[in-house]
C-alpha cells in the first residue's frame, strides 16, 4: 500500500460534486479520523480554505496525526506583504491545528509564481526560512497539470508536489513530468484520484452528462474485466511507481473500509492509456462549474 494521507476537505466542507451526505457532523468527523488512525493514517491533508477543517481538527484529533497544509499569495506582489502573508497564514494554522509545526506547506494556486518571478523568488526564500526554522518540515506546491509543472519547477524543485493522478486524468504520468520531478528528488502526493467519486460512479453526474462519450472506454474497461472502479482507480494508482503518497478523502467509515480494502490492488494487464481523458475542462473540478 502506497503511504495514505487523508483528504480534510471534507471534514469542513460540503465537499464534492457527487456528495450526497453534506458535511460531516463533528461527531461523524471524530469518529472517521480515529478510525483512520486505527487503519494506519497519520498524516490529514487541510487548508486554511476548507472551512472548518483546521479547527475541527485541532479540536478533535490535535496531536494524534501530522499535517499538510496550503497558503495563498493571490492578489500579492510586494516582497514584505507575500513573506507577511505566509508566516501569518502559518501560524494560525499552527493554532488552529494546535500543533508545533507542519510536515509540508503548499503554495495553493502558482498562478502569481507563473506570472512574476519576484514573486517565485520570495515564496521560495520564505518557504526555505520556514523550514530552517523548523515550522515545517518541507516546502512545496499544489498545481493542476503538467503545463504548470513544466513552467514552474524548470529551474526549481520543490521538497513535496501535491497533483492530481487518476486513472482517468493521466496527464502527469503521460507527459513524463512525474518521473523527471521524483527522479530529481521530489515527493510527490497524488490527489483528484477518484475525482471527487466522479471514476467511482457507473454514471456521470447530471453536471458532467456532456462527457459521457469521453468516459464510455472506462465503463468499458470495468465491465470487460470485471472489476470496480474503487479496483480499476486503485490499480492505476498502485501502477505508477513514483508516487510516494495518495491524498483520498472520505465521506463516511464505509468508504475507507472499501478503500483499505482495495488498496492493494493490482491489475497490470490493463491498458489504461485507453481510458484516459485528455480534456482539462472534464477532469479538472475547478472547472466545472465555470
Known sequence: MKKVILGGAQLGLNYGITNTLGMLSEDAAAQLLRHARLAGIDTIDTAPGYGESQQRLGKCAAGDFKYVSKVSVNGLSDPSDIKNEIKTSLHKTLKDLQVSNLSALLVHDVTPMLASSCVKNVVIETLQELKASGLIMAGGVSLYNS???????????????????????????NSGELRRLHA?????????????????????????????????????????????PMQASLAYINSVAEIDAVVAGFHS????????????????????????????EFTNPARWLK
Not at 528528488?185 to 454514471?203: C, D, N, P, W
Not at 478503500?259 to 492493494?264: E, H, L, N, P, T
Open 147 to 173: 503545463t504548470q509543472s513544466k513552467m514552474l519547477c524548470s529551474d526549481w524543485l520543490p521538497d513535496v508536489i501535491q497533483l492530481p493522478v487518476s486513472i482517468l486524468n493521466q496527464d502527469m504520468v
Open 184 to 228: 530529481a528528488g521530489t515527493e510527490i502526493h497524488a490527489r483528484s484520484i477518484f475525482m471527487q467519486g466522479v471514476a467511482l460512479l457507473k454514471t456521470l453526474p447530471e453536471q458532467l452528462h456532456w462527457g459521457n462519450s469521453l468516459i464510455e472506454p472506462y465503463y468499458q474497461l470495468l465491465q470487460k474485466n470485471n472489476i470496480t
Open 253 to 280: 467509515i464505509v468508504q475507507l473500509d472499501e478503500f483499505v480494502s482495495c488498496a492493494d490492488y493490482c491489475f497490470p494487464d490493463a491498458e489504461y492509456i485507453s481510458v484516459n481523458i485528455n480534456n482539462e
